[in-house]
Nanobody
Framework: QVQLVESGGGLVQTGGSLRLSCAAS????????MAWFRQAPGKEREFVAA????????HYADSVKGRPTVSRDNAGNTVHLQMNSLKPEDTAVYYC??????????????????WGQGTQVTGSS
């Protein structure tokens, strides 16, 4: 059974950085694309970033391009999202998602079957 567990959210000052982690378990993720989505209060879920577990380039949403970086820790079966220069509009619940045999450009939530429970990130000025 695939399980994704996010961590690392909290209160972050405007201009600061956040680093979120997603611990994946339950199977081999070598063929998976892992993505980050977020949902702000009163807004629809929004794609942030995705990358293939096997490596290669990552894909980022235009709304955040230049600020996030995705990485993975193969030994710990964990993927990370680092985002710099935080803005108040980055306040949201951030979700990790995974699905096999997807390109890293897969940016629709419906393309992913596996989701974490989310972690709250709150920007403060």
């Amino acid at each position: 059974q695939v399980q994704l567990v996010e961590s690392g959210g909290g209160l972050v000052q405007t201009g600061g950085s956040l680093r979120l982690s997603c611990a994946a378990s339950g199977r081999s993720f070598s063929t998976y694309t892992m993505a980050w989505f977020r949902q702000a209060p009163g807004k629809e879920r929004e794609f942030v970033a995705a990358s293939r577990w096997s490596g290669g380039s990552a894909h980022y949403a235009d709304s955040v391009k230049g600020r996030p970086t995705v990485s993975r820790d193969n030994a710990g079966n964990t993927v990370h999202l680092q985002m710099n220069s935080l803005k108040p509009e980055d306040t949201a619940v951030y979700y990790c998602a995974g699905e096999s045999v997807l390109p890293c450009t897969a940016a629709r939530g419906g393309q992913y079957d596996y989701w974490g429970q989310g972690t709250q990130v709150t920007g403060s000025s």
